[in-house]
T-cell receptor, first 116, second 115 residues
């Protein structure tokens, strides 16, 4: 079974600073997607960034970037120039890439606080 | 962009009542929809996968008769919590995607409170 592990239940960062959230996963598959979702207090699930496992280049979306280490099965999220609006729960998620109806598998989440 | 609409956003009802939650894909046809449950300060737990025109696939430990899922069209899936009890109180989130390689979009969730 696939598992996603987020070892940091809580993290905090000063406004304008950089923070890295950790995520590791366990899979025997070679083709899959990895995601980071943000869940603010409104509880809406917002896709932050996505990485295809077959791509070696790390995905970036403005202030958000990932460090994807396939051999180590590691997928960390770096948030640069942190803003107050970045405060939220962050979930790392994994999904097999196949023709079936495979769901997202989520980690337990990391609660990020941003200090003004 | 693609939008998934979930209704109602919040429901409070008495124990023993059945509650229906709707999940609609507004601008795309969703062959697959997923239902998740989220307890306070916890992650999303997959309850079931629903496919248009066929029976839902439930995760281990999820009672099929308690959580009835119907996916009658490519734009609508419903989750009915039958004879709800206080322990069923939770946050329920639906998610939909067009196909296996497509992004998964989430509804805004339903907060269910059973008194």
């Amino acid at each position: 079974a696939q598992t996603v592990t987020q070892s940091q239940p809580e993290m905090s960062v000063q406004e304008a600073e950089t923070v890295t959230l950790s995520c590791t996963y366990d899979t025997s598959e070679s083709d899959y997607y990895l995601f980071w979702y943000k869940q603010p207090p409104s509880r809406q699930m917002i896709l932050v960034i996505r990485q295809e496992a077959y791509k070696q280049q790390n995905a970036t979306e403005n202030r958000f970037s990932v460090n994807f280490q396939k051999a180590a099965k590691s997928f960390s999220l770096k948030i640069s120039d942190s803003q107050l609006g970045d405060a939220a729960m962050y979930f790392c998620a994994y999904r097999i890439l196949n023709s079936g109806n495979t769901p997202l598998v989520f980690g337990k989440g990391t609660r990020l606080s941003v200090i003004a | 962009g693609a939008v998934v609409s979930q209704h109602p956003s919040w429901v409070i009802c008495k124990s023993g009542t059945s509650v229906k939650i709707e999940c609609r894909s507004l601008d795309f046809q969703a062959t697959t929809m997923f239902w998740y449950r989220q307890f306070p300060k916890q992650s999303l737990m997959l309850m079931a996968t629903s496919n248009e025109g066929s029976k839902a696939t439930y995760e281990q430990g999820v009672e099929k008769d308690k959580f009835l899922i119907n996916h009658a069209s490519l734009t609508l899936s419903t989750l009915t919590v039958t004879s709800a009890h206080p322990e069923d109180s939770s946050f329920y989130i639906c998610s939909a995607r067009l196909g296996p390689s497509q992004p998964q979009h989430f509804g805004d969730g339903t907060r269910l409170s059973i008194l």
